[in-house]
């Protein structure tokens, strides 16, 4: 998919709904979004993120809801291993036709891009410490063994008999 069709696919036409304030349209979008990443987790490049909501306009502006729901990979904060999972996050913005400097997300007359918001509302719920699983054992402190995989023979050094 080129970068081109790619954001595309998060415009959403909003003349007919800004043309009678109070109407509402549900939209629906499954598509990828470049560069969602943190440090020990992201949204893989080119899996689709949904969203799924509505728009509604009122004089001025309008206010997008819905979830937005992706897949997320990651590195273990405890064996290193790989971490997956889902994450869901929340939009509900108000875009105005003139936002303030520092808040909001703008609209265009006839289109709202709802790429910039979504994108947000990943890097907001991507994990900062994912784990592989809730039981991860992680790695030996002694050896590296992944004690998820294997037993090894380290024991604890006993402190008081040395
Ligand atoms: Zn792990
Ligand atoms: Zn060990």
Known sequence: MSAELR????????????????????VEIAASIPELAITYSCVP???????????????GGVNVKGLVRAPFEGTC????????????AV??????????PDSDYAIGPDYIDLEPMVHD?????????????????GLCPYCGANRNQETCSCVEPDISSS
């Open 7 to 26: 954001s595309r696919s998060w415009l959403v036409p909003l003349a007919t709904l800004r043309r009678a304030p109070g109407s509402r349209r549900q």
């Open 77 to 88: 904060r405890r064996c290193l291993g790989v971490a997956r999972g889902h994450l869901v």
């Open 45 to 59: 490049e080119g899996v689709p993120v949904s969203f799924d909501g509505a728009i509604e306009s009122f004089a």
């Open 121 to 137: 509302a990943c890097i907001l719920e991507l994990p900062l410490a994912p784990l592989c699983q809730e039981q991860c054992q």
């Open 91 to 100: 939009v509900d913005e108000v875009c105005m036709d003139h936002p303030r």
